[in-house]
T-cell receptor, first 111, second 116 residues
Framework: DAKTTQPNSMESNEEEPVHLPCNHS???????IHWYRQLPSQGPEYVIH???SNVNNRMASLAIAEDRKSSTLILHRATLRDAAVYYC????????????FGAGTRLTVKP | GAVVSQHPSRVICKSGTSVKIECRSL??????MFWYRQFPKQSLMLMAT?????????EQGVEKDKFLINHASLTLSTLTVTSAHPEDSSFYIC????????????FGPGTRLTVL
């Protein structure tokens, strides 16, 4: 599976937007871009996924670069409950659906 | 979204004993389940993939005789840590995939194992 690169940590102020970047320069044409987050002592939680077009859902937005070599997860108004480790994961549609996690970005939200 | 449960949520055992962890998909049938291990301050590491009715596929470096996986039904997979040692202490997380949609994979809340 192609690898992703994310900053180790980021900080945000409460109620401000947060942009979490992810580089995936070796992405292939069949790779979907997934974002999950993990709150302390919990299992990962699905956030959003996309292939080529930008995506929006109730939790976040996903902006995908035109060349697909990078993407950005956007939290429009960070809350204290958004403090978590955010993982950007590439999954090839042809694989057996396993999901392999990188180091992720630890987001701290300050009140 | 769909719900995946794990039992127990935490377990403490003595060195040398075996511990069984259950992973259940509560409102869907999971054709494939995955087991992960997570050490403190680290990311999740995939241990094995289990498909209902067949043998699990283990990742390189994961001992299949130590981490026994059974996926006997479409809603239940179990991970048994045999002859547990302190270095097996970790957070074990399962996830389940329904097969109905490529993108749907749901994670359990995790099981904290402490081996004394």
């Amino acid at each position: 599976d192609a690898k992703t690169t994310q900053p180790n940590s980021m900080e945000s102020n409460e109620e401000e937007p947060v942009h979490l970047p992810c580089n995936h320069s070796t992405i292939s044409g069949t790779d979907y871009i997934h974002w999950y987050r993990q709150l302390p002592s919990q299992g990962p939680e699905y956030v959003i996924h996309g292939l080529t077009s930008n995506v929006n859902n109730r939790m976040a937005s996903l902006a995908i670069a035109e060349d697909r070599k990078s993407s950005t997860l956007i939290l429009h108004r960070a809350t204290l409950r958004d403090a978590a480790v955010y993982y950007c994961i590439l999954r090839a549609r042809t694989n057996n659906n396993d999901m392999r996690f990188g180091a992720g970005t630890r987001l701290t939200v300050k009140p | 979204g769909a719900v995946v449960s794990q039992h127990p949520s935490r377990v403490i055992c003595k060195s040398g004993t075996s511990v069984k962890i259950e992973c259940r998909s509560l409102d869907f049938q999971a054709t494939t389940m995955f087991w992960y291990r997570q050490f403190p301050k680290q990311s999740l590491m995939l241990m094995a993939t289990s498909n209902e009715g067949s043998k699990a596929t283990y990742e390189q470096g994961v001992e299949k005789d130590k981490f026994l996986i059974n996926h006997a039904s479409l809603t239940l997979s179990t991970l048994t840590v045999t002859s547990a040692h302190p270095e097996d202490s970790s957070f074990y997380i399962c996830s389940a995939h329904s097969g109905a949609s490529y993108n749907e994979q749901f994670f359990g809340p995790g099981t904290r194992l402490t081996v004394l």
